[in-house]
């Protein structure tokens, strides 16, 4: 797979639209939920653990929206790798072979990592991501980009570095002053 180039000529509409779309994802979120309630007529233990994964999901959303509209991207961008983390527990799921045992364990606090798929593999973050690769391609890479935001990295740099003329100019404490194409990019 090609790396996918970065578009720069974005402006703060776009910005903006990107955020709404991010925000319209509850909307989304919901619909499906109820769609499924209405297919099963109950709350299985299944939709109660999707229901709590979604629950999750708009809330690390907003907070996102929240942190990114005060230009704290350095602190908005680590609730994405969390949105990662959503996706990897709701594909373990599908891995494990028996949803209600699956969700028994996971209700009485046992780790997913702990557990084994079907397979018999044990379901690590890494192993995930492998797995959820041969679906969506693009998710490893994504996953490791996330994780240099939670992990201190070279990816904190650019949120106190300027360069310029080959001068560095560095700040702390200071607002984040991110171009618009990075703040479009990092809502993406």
Same mark, same amino acid.
């Given at each position: *797979?090609? !790396?996918?180039?970065?578009?720069?000529?974005?402006?703060?509409?776009?910005? &903006?639209?990107? *955020?709404?779309?991010? +925000? &319209?994802?509850?909307? +989304?979120?919901?619909?499906?939920?109820?769609? %499924?309630?209405?297919?099963?007529?109950?709350?299985?233990?299944?939709?109660?653990?999707?229901?709590?994964?979604?629950?999750?999901? %708009?809330?690390? #959303?907003?907070?996102?929206?929240?942190?990114?509209?005060? #230009?704290?991207?350095?602190?908005?961008?680590?609730? *994405?790798?969390?949105?990662?983390?959503?996706?990897?527990? +709701?594909?373990?799921?599908?891995?494990?072979?028996?949803?209600?045992?699956?969700?028994?364990?996971?209700? &009485?606090?046992?780790? $997913?990592? #702990?557990?084994?798929?079907?397979?018999?593999?044990? *379901?690590?973050?890494?192993?995930?991501?492998?797995?959820?690769?041969?679906?969506?391609?693009?998710?490893?890479?994504?996953?490791?980009? +996330?994780?240099?935001?939670?992990?201190?990295?070279?990816?904190?740099?650019?949120?106190?570095?300027?360069?310029?003329?080959?001068?560095?100019?560095?700040?702390?404490?200071?607002?984040?002053?991110?171009?618009?194409?990075? !703040? $479009?990019?990092?809502?993406?």
């Amino acid at each position: *797979m090609n !790396k996918q180039e970065i578009n720069k000529n974005v402006n703060e509409e776009d910005l &903006q639209h990107t *955020m709404n779309n991010i +925000l &319209q994802l509850e909307k +989304l979120f919901i619909k499906e939920l109820k769609n %499924i309630h209405e297919i099963e007529k109950k709350i299985s233990n299944i939709n109660h653990y999707m229901m709590s994964i979604v629950n999750r999901a %708009i809330y690390l #959303n907003r907070g996102f929206i929240t942190l990114a509209n005060t #230009n704290n991207y350095q602190s908005a961008i680590p609730l *994405m790798r969390l949105q990662i983390d959503n996706c990897l527990r +709701l594909f373990a799921m599908s891995l494990h072979g028996n949803d209600q045992e699956f969700y028994n364990k996971i209700l &009485q606090g046992e780790k $997913v990592r #702990n557990l084994k798929d079907r397979d018999n593999k044990k *379901m690590t973050d890494a192993y995930l991501v492998t797995k959820i690769n041969e679906y969506y391609p693009y998710f490893k890479s994504i996953y490791e980009k +996330l994780s240099g935001h939670i992990h201190f990295s070279s990816e904190h740099f650019q949120f106190n570095n300027i360069v310029k003329n080959n001068v560095y100019s560095i700040t702390v404490g200071a607002e984040e002053k991110l171009e618009i194409y990075k !703040k $479009v990019e990092n809502c993406i």
